[in-house]
């Protein structure tokens, strides 16, 4: 998967993006990221990307043409000709808190695409006409940063982890929480009792049935003490999908 990202700090990026499993993704060619300076589009001779809101009020706003050029660049002219460039193997997406939530759904969803275009935001955000060119705005959470780029990073390790090969063991991802709805089960490992606290017998015992039962309950009975919202969408949709 190719991942280009759009940013005014380029020099964020190689911390997060050139150690452990997105390094070793990125050295095995199963992902590749490239990372863009905004202020490469611009024209004047401070590399302006920014300029005062239409209105008043505070802050300011991301301009729309240094977007639109570097869009252009990545991607071919028929990117902001085409509304909403609907290719379906290809997403430029819009890091902003108003985007869809981040889900573990979403990210497997874009680990299917053959390219994501990563717009990272400041500022105020982006003027508006910038969703001319974007298919997703995508939200990591109801809070507010400073800036796209810590958004756009957890977006990519998201994703990197549903490309095929990136996790060593398949059945990671298909064990873990969210994957069927759940929180996952509770996890141990050596030593079997630190500090008077036990490992639950039942792991210790070879029963494969009995520890795959005992970690069933462990996750329903953490996702009910933690995420109830969780168990009450999972219920509704099993109901809507009986009705
Ligand atoms: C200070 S924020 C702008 C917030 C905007 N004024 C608002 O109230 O919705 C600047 C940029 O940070 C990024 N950002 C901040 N919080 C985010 C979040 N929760 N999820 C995704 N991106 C976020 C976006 O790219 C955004 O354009």
Not at 115 to 138: A, F, P, T, W
Request: hydrophobic share 40%; charged share 25%.
């Amino acid at each position: 998967m190719q991942i280009d990202v759009v940013t005014i700090f380029p020099g964020m990026f190689p911390g997060a993006l050139g150690c452990s499993i997105l390094k070793r993704a990125q050295q095995a060619g199963r992902l590749r990221v490239t990372v863009h300076d905004l202020r490469d589009y611009t024209h004047d001779k401070r590399r302006t990307v920014d300029d005062r809101p239409y209105g008043g009020g505070p802050g300011m706003v991301m301009r729309v043409e240094p977007i639109f050029e570097a869009v252009e660049a990545i991607l071919g002219a028929e990117a902001t000709t085409q509304h909403r460039n609907g290719a379906r193997t290809q997403q430029t997406i819009l890091m902003s808190p108003q985007g869809q939530p981040l889900t573990s759904a979403l990210a497997r969803r874009l680990a299917g695409m053959d390219r994501l275009l990563i717009l990272c935001g400041h500022y105020e955000g982006v003027d508006e006409r910038v969703k001319r060119v974007v298919n997703l705005s995508v939200s990591i959470g109801d809070y507010v940063l400073t800036g796209g780029e810590l958004p756009a990073m957890v977006l990519i390790d998201s994703v990197a982890r549903f490309l095929p090969g990136v996790i060593g063991h398949a059945q990671a991802t298909a064990e873990e929480s969210f994957a069927d709805g759940l929180l996952e089960y509770p996890h141990y490992t050596r030593p079997k009792v630190f500090r008077e606290m036990a490992v639950p017998k039942v792991l210790l015992s070879g029963d494969h049935e009995a520890i795959g039962t005992w970690r069933k309950l462990q996750a329903m009975a953490k996702t009910l003490a933690s995420r109830p919202d969780l168990v009450t969408a999972s219920v509704r949709n099993e109901q809507q999908r009986g009705s």
